[in-house]
């Protein structure tokens, strides 16, 4: 079953702090544990948040861009993996060795609709 990891990071300074208990060699050596187990669909870390916008249809057909994010958040969505795994339990256990999941941030696990 294939499942999301959404790597969900803190908005704040004071948490983005905390989270340099991760280095890029962590992050590198999840990756490639991931690879090597063969699970991963796909993975991308997403460009900064400052980058970003927003599009919105209006009830009568009206485009409207926002640049920038729109909401204020505690979290930011950081970038994901897409794993092919048993079960949930088994997508948890990788959650929760993703670098991401650490000081202060979180890893949000969604399946995977298939239609």
Avoid: N
């Amino acid at each position: 079953m294939k499942y999301m990891l959404l790597i969900q990071s803190s908005a704040t300074a004071e948490a983005a702090d905390a989270a340099d208990g991760c280095s890029v060699e962590d992050w590198m050596a999840y990756d490639k544990a991931v690879g090597e187990a063969g699970i991963r669909v796909s993975a991308h870390s997403l460009a900064d948040l400052t980058t970003a916008t927003a599009v919105r249809v209006g009830p009568t057909g009206e485009r409207t861009v926002t640049d920038g994010p729109f909401a204020e958040t505690r979290e930011v969505l950081g970038g994901y993996y897409v794993i092919d795994v048993p079960d949930l339990d088994v997508a948890l256990d990788w959650a929760a060795r993703c670098p991401g999941s650490r000081g202060g941030g979180s890893v949000v696990v969604r399946p995977i609709a298939e239609f």
